[in-house]
């Protein structure tokens, strides 16, 4: 399922129960809740956006960026979740930080069907991955600052900032 922006905690519970997930775009609810209220009304903003009982019911969940309708910058993207999560009162520390990484690495390649093949680092895998310059799991620190030092594509390297 996409988005799940207005999903229900049963939704949510249903998902679950069917081994169903999420596909949920945080940025489009950075960029819409501004004037969402007037659609659909104070009360059910108060509900959308679900994410934190998306993840913490266990149903699988991926963070994507829907570009180009939002930007496809992946870091933008968890900086976004990151806010929904901390106004829902998640805490920012390195294991918020590792679970939103997973969804998009290791959750994302389950909801393809293709964690055989991607999402981990393995061996037999696709040898996808960033460098980035600092740790991402450092709290407090923007994912947008992090700066990318290395792209590896199928085990090559197809941007380093050298």
């Known amino acids: 399922m996409v988005h799940g922006d207005l999903a229900t905690p049963e939704q949510i519970a249903r998902m679950r129960e069917v081994d169903a997930g999420f596909a949920v775009q945080p940025l489009i609810a950075?960029?819409?809740h501004s004037w969402a209220a007037v659609q659909l009304g104070e009360a059910r903003l108060a509900t959308a956006w679900p994410l934190a009982e998306m993840l913490t019911s266990g149903t699988?969940?991926?963070?994507?960026?829907d570009a180009p309708i939002a930007s496809?910058?992946?870091?933008r993207g968890l900086d976004a979740a990151l806010a929904l999560l901390t106004d829902a009162g998640v805490v920012d520390d390195a294991e918020t930080r590792r679970r939103l990484l997973r969804t998009m690495t290791v959750d994302a390649a389950r909801q393809d069907g293709a964690s055989a093949w991607k999402g981990s680092l393995a061996l037999g895998k696709v040898a996808d991955l960033t460098v980035l310059d600092e740790d991402?799991?450092?709290p407090g620190r923007a994912f947008s600052s992090l700066g990318v030092d290395r792209t590896i594509v199928d085990g090559r390297t197809v941007f380093s900032r050298d």
Do not use: E, Q
């Not at 699988?60 to 960026?65: E, G, N």
């Open 60 to 65: 699988l969940t991926t963070v994507t960026s």
């Open 136 to 138: 991402p799991l450092t």
């Open 30 to 32: 950075a960029h819409t």
């Open 72 to 75: 496809p910058d992946w870091r």
